[in-house]
């Protein structure tokens, strides 16, 4: 049983301790060939610790991080919880719509952003009802370029700050003495369904999860250098390139640029990193990225650096997974975790990776595939290979969500989280994912798992990645499935006649797709998830 002191703060978790264990010369963040040791970053740190205090944000209180993967961030992120205040994140390419939203529903004191959301944000900070006391302005810094330099064409007066200068001349703070049970980090939910939620989270939190999943499970490692594809400011991505890397002295490598296979590929090639943290969609997309590059004469990807990747976020169909295991012989460790419980909770691991599975239980957590219609943790398990709903219980778990007491009530049950993820478990204890509950379709009068129909369409040579949903016609449920055509292959009513054949000669014949369209890409939301609710908004049958 891990056991933490009452005094946990993460400032001291993730960063200070690392220079009382003598790592302070190591390198903490790389960006482009810019390096800054564990010393400038903690330097960094407490300095952003002083200014915070000197802009009146308190212990307790909000500080919205909304940057992109510079790394300022790093410093940030550290000095609000060195303040003993709460990291909230959002994205700063989100709609001026959500951003105003986070600003009011967060009553953040502080902001950190870039000069656009800076001037997107302002007339609602310089309010004078604004609760927030300042708003300190970073460049929108590309790869490789100065992230401290002087900010050119905004404004500065009022509450609207350069951080660059007044950090360099900030008193520096050492870390608050933080309870492990303070609230630390928000994490928002993918809003899916109306405005996101956020999981109110506490320091002992990630400390847990870092113990048994990143340190314990997947092997993070001093000697590794981590980069992402998901963005840091998106919960998943805030551990695997940053928290994690920080708890054994590795080297987290950012890039600002938008996650397309080229910019990750140059990313891989400037870095050569060890652990890659990756989505579905992208390991597809970098497969085809290659196989372009090879028909063009050129050397394909060079991934020989990676030890393993990381996947989670959505699915991770079997097809597409051997698919890059014939490729490149690298590992991917598939696991499912959610804001509700800050991270991985089941993964595949170093040497126990079972193919289209999201492997087994991470040790310190317990599992249960319930009924849909289970009250609590005890209702009786589903038997071994029966579909039901999972239930999480580990020392991760949110407190609940800001101003939703209803949708906690439903989602929490003391230890325990009620996912909505539907799984069943086989024999030895492998976890296969089955979807969303609210996901399911009935067509016919026959339920369909959407999941169930997008992996067999992967099966199929001519088809990249697909998305699978269901549209309303004269009253009638039917399945549209989006499908993006692989290279070499035509996208034509034949091969749509051919890819309902292929359903229908795989699965049972009603879980066939009625509607077929061919899309250049899958839209995704801002944690790299394909957005369904995108495509649900393109309307019915075409």
């Known amino acids: ?33 810019l390096r800054y040791t564990y010393d400038a970053v903690a330097d960094k740190t407490r300095r952003m610790t002083g200014l915070l205090a000197a802009a009146g944000v308190r212990r307790g209180e909000r500080v919205l991080i909304v940057l992109p993967d510079v790394p300022p961030f790093a410093w940030t992120f550290f000095g609000v919880l060195a303040r003993g205040a709460v990291v909230a ?12 939203y986070l600003v009011g529903y967060t009553r953040a004191t502080a902001i950190v952003t870039v000069p656009a ?80 939620k956020a999981n109110v989270h506490t320091h002992r939190d990630f400390a847990f999860n870092t113990e048994v999943y990143a340190k314990q499970t997947v092997g993070y490692r001093r000697d590794d250098v981590t980069v992402s594809v998901p963005r840091l400011f998106f919960g998943y991505a805030t ?9 054994v002295g590795a080297a987290a490598g950012l890039f600002s640029e938008r996650p397309t296979p080229e910019s990750l590929a140059n990313a891989i090639a400037m870095y050569r990193p060890t652990v890659v943290t990756n989505v579905p969609t992208m390991l597809g997309k970098l497969l085809e990225h290659d196989e372009a590059l090879v028909k063009e004469g050129k050397p394909g990807l060079d991934l020989s650096s990676v030890r393993f990747s990381l996947s989670a976020g959505e699915a991770l169909p079997e097809p597409l997974l051997r698919r890059w295991l014939d490729r490149f012989a690298s590992d991917v460790y598939d696991g499912i975790g959610s804001a509700e419980m800050f991270h991985i909770y089941a993964s ?56 939703d007491r209803d949708k906690s009530w439903r989602t929490f049950h003391g230890h325990w989280c009620r996912t909505g993820d539907l799984f069943h478990v086989d024999a030895e204890g492998y976890l296969y994912f089955a979807g969303r509950a609210d996901d399911l379709l009935k067509v016919g009068g026959q339920w369909v798992a959407p999941l169930e129909v997008e992996e067999c369409l ?59 369209e061919f899309v250049d890409d899958l839209p995704k939301n801002d944690r ?7 495509l649900r908004a393109r309307g019915g049958p075409s």
């Open 89 to 100: 994140m959002g994205n700063p390419l989100a709609p001026p719509e959500t951003l105003e």
């Open 458 to 516: 992967l099966e199929h040579a001519a088809v990249a990645a697909a998305a699978v949903i269901g549209v309303e016609e004269d009253g009638l449920v039917k399945t549209k499935a989006f499908v993006v055509v692989r290279a070499g292959h035509a996208a034509t009513p034949a091969l749509a006649a051919a890819l309902q054949e292929h359903v229908k000669s795989t699965l049972a014949r009603y879980k066939y797709p009625r509607v077929i």
């Open 348 to 403: 595949n691991r170093p040497g126990d990776v079972k193919p289209g599975s999201l492997g087994k239980v991470v040790s310190g957590y317990e599992l249960r595939i319930l009924p849909e219609d289970a009250e609590g943790a005890g209702a009786t398990p589903c038997a071994p290979g029966e579909i039901g709903v999972l239930w999480v219980k580990g020392d991760s778990v949110s407190q609940g969500y800001w101003l």
């Open 239 to 247: 551990g695997t390139n940053l928290m994690f890397p920080f708890a």
């Open 528 to 534: 790299g998830k394909v957005d369904k609710k995108a």
């Open 1 to 33: 049983m891990i056991t933490f002191p009452e005094d946990l703060s993460l400032a001291r978790y993730f960063l200070f301790d690392r220079l009382a264990e003598g790592m302070g010369a190591r390198v903490a963040v790389r960006f482009g060939d």
């Open 117 to 196: 959301v800076a001037e997107l944000l302002r007339a609602r900070v310089e309010a004078v009802s604004s609760e927030v006391q300042a708003m300190f302005v970073v460049p929108d810094a590309p790869t490789g370029s100065d992230p401290e330099a002087r900010v050119a064409g905004t404004a500065f007066s009022g509450k609207v700050k350069e951080l660059a200068p007044l950090l360099a001349a900030a008193e520096p703070w050492s870390p608050v003495e933080v309870h492990r049970d303070e609230p630390a980090i928000w994490l928002f939910t993918s809003g899916s369904t109306g405005e996101p």
